[in-house]
T-cell receptor, first 116, second 112 residues
Framework: GAVVSQHPSWVICKSGTSVKIECRSL??????MFWYRQFPKQSLMLMAT?????????EQGVEKDKFLINHASLTLSTLTVTSAHPEDSSFYIC????????????FGPGTRLLVL | SQKIEQNSEALNIQEGKTATLTCNYT??????LQWYRQDPGRGPVFLLL?????KEKRKERLKVTFDTTLKQSLFHITASQPADSATYLC???????????FGAGTRLTVKP
C-alpha cells in the first residue's frame, strides 16, 4: 500500500521549453501533495505544498510562475517547469500524505530533469 | 535560524555491527520526527515516525529515540547488513499541514 508514482522518470529538454511532471497516488487518496527538488549530494528542498482543489503554497524563493502546480484530484498533482533553463536541471520528487490524516509522507521515485 | 544537522556526511561500519546515526535540530520544536531511507536516484522511503511524547520506537532491526530536551534523535540499525547501505534522512515535522524539513542525510556504507 501507499504507492506514489511519477512520470516521466527522466526527461531531457531544450532550454526554453516547458516540462510537465505527473505525481499519482496509486492506492490511496492524498489531500496534500508536496514537491521537492534535490541537487546532487544535497538534501531535499521543499518547493511547494498543494492541497487538492486549492492553490499551491510555495516556499520562499520558489517562483510560482515558473513552477506551476496543479492538484486537480485526490490522486494526481502535476508540476510544470515553464521556460526551463539549464539551472533548472535537478531531481524532482513528489510526495503525498493520506487523506486519513496520517503524518507520514510517501514519496514518488523522482524525475530527473536535464535541460540542455 | 532553524537548522537540522545529521552527524556526519558518511558513516562506514562492518557488517553485523550496530549503526548509529544522529540528527540534531536547533530553533525547532517539532511535534514528531521521521526517518527515511534514500537510495541513489530514488525517492525517499519512509521508515519510522516518532512523536514528541514518545522516547523510543522500534521496527524490526531499527530503533529511533527522540530527546526533546537535547533536541536530538538517534537512529540505530542493529545487526547491520550490506543491503542497509543507503543515505538516511531525518525530518523533523510540526503542524497540521505536515510541515517537515529534511536534514542533509548520512550516507551509510556497511562493509561485508
Amino acid at each position: 500500500g501507499a504507492v506514489v508514482s511519477q512520470h516521466p522518470s527522466w526527461v531531457i529538454c531544450k532550454s526554453g521549453t516547458s516540462v510537465k511532471i505527473e505525481c499519482r497516488s496509486l492506492d490511496f487518496q492524498a489531500t496534500t501533495m508536496f514537491w521537492y527538488r534535490q541537487f546532487p549530494k544535497q538534501s531535499l528542498m521543499l518547493m511547494a505544498t498543494s492541497n487538492e482543489g486549492s492553490k499551491a503554497t510555495y516556499e520562499q524563493g520558489v517562483e510560482k510562475d515558473k513552477f506551476l502546480i496543479n492538484h486537480a484530484s485526490l490522486t494526481l498533482s502535476t508540476l510544470t517547469v515553464t521556460s526551463a533553463h539549464p539551472e533548472d536541471s535537478s531531481f524532482y520528487i513528489c510526495s503525498a500524505r493520506e487523506s486519513t490524516g496520517r503524518t507520514a509522507q510517501y514519496f514518488g521515485p523522482g524525475t530527473r530533469l536535464l535541460v540542455l | 535560524s532553524q537548522k537540522i544537522e545529521q552527524n556526519s556526511e558518511a558513516l562506514n561500519i562492518q557488517e553485523g555491527k550496530t549503526a548509529t546515526l544522529t540528527c540534531n535540530y536547533t530553533n525547532y520544536s517539532p511535534a514528531y520526527l521521521q526517518w527515511y531511507r534514500q537510495d541513489p536516484g530514488r525517492g525517499p522511503v519512509f521508515l519510522l515516525l516518532i512523536r514528541e511524547n514518545e522516547k523510543e520506537k522500534r521496527k524490526e532491526r531499527l530503533k529511533v529515540t527522540f530527546d526533546t530536551t537535547l533536541k536530538q534523535s538517534l537512529f540505530h540499525i542493529t545487526a547491520s547488513q550490506p543491503a542497509d547501505s543507503a543515505t538516511y534522512l531525518c525530518a523533523p515535522g510540526w503542524g497540521n499541514n505536515n510541515d517537515m524539513r529534511f536534514g542533509a542525510g548520512t550516507r551509510l556504507t556497511v562493509k561485508p
